[in-house]
Nanobody, 125 residues
Framework: VQLQASGGGLVQAGGSLRLSCAAS????????MGWFRQAPGKEREVVVA????????YYADSVKGRFTISRDNAKNTVYLQMNSLKPEDTAVYYC???????????????????WGQGTLVTVSS
C-alpha cells in the first residue's frame, strides 16, 4: 500500500489543522493505522494509533483531548484533527499502516510496514 499524507502547514498557537492520509489499494480496512511525528533533533514518537476497525485507539498523553483520529474506509483515508495546537506540536507528521487480522493498535514505529512521506506542521507562538 502507498500512503500520501497532506494537510500540514503553518498555524498560530491555539489554532487547528486536519491532516489526511490517503492510501492506495483495496484492503484499507484491514490495516491498523498510526500517526507519528518527529521534531528536529528528536526521535520519532507515536501521536495516535488506531486498530483496523477504529474501535481501539491510543493517544499519546501530550495530545490527548486535543487530537482526534478518524478513518473513512470508503475513501481509504485516515484523518488527524489537531486542535489547540501548541508550539511543541511542531514536527513532521507521518502516517503509517500495518496489515493485521487482529483488533489491536500498534504504538511502536517498528510495527508498521508502510509509511507516508510526512507533512510538516509548524505552530508559531
Amino acid at each position: 500500500v502507498q500512503l500520501q499524507a497532506s494537510g500540514g502547514g503553518l498555524v498560530q498557537a491555539g489554532g487547528s489543522l486536519r491532516l489526511s492520509c490517503a492510501a492506495s489499494g483495496r484492503t484499507f480496512s484491514s490495516y491498523a493505522m498510526g500517526w507519528f511525528r518527529q521534531a528536529p533533533g528528536k526521535e520519532r514518537e507515536v501521536v495516535v494509533a488506531m486498530s483496523r476497525s477504529g474501535g481501539s485507539i491510543y493517544y499519546a498523553d501530550s495530545v490527548k483531548g486535543r487530537f482526534t483520529i478518524s478513518r473513512d474506509n470508503a475513501k481509504n483515508t485516515v484523518y488527524l484533527q489537531m486542535n489547540s495546537l501548541k508550539p511543541e506540536d511542531t514536527a513532521v507528521y507521518y502516517c503509517a499502516a500495518r496489515s493485521t487480522a487482529g483488533g489491536s493498535y500498534f504504538q511502536r514505529s517498528s510495527a508498521y510496514d508502510y509509511w507516508g512521506q510526512g507533512t510538516l506542521v509548524t505552530v508559531s507562538s
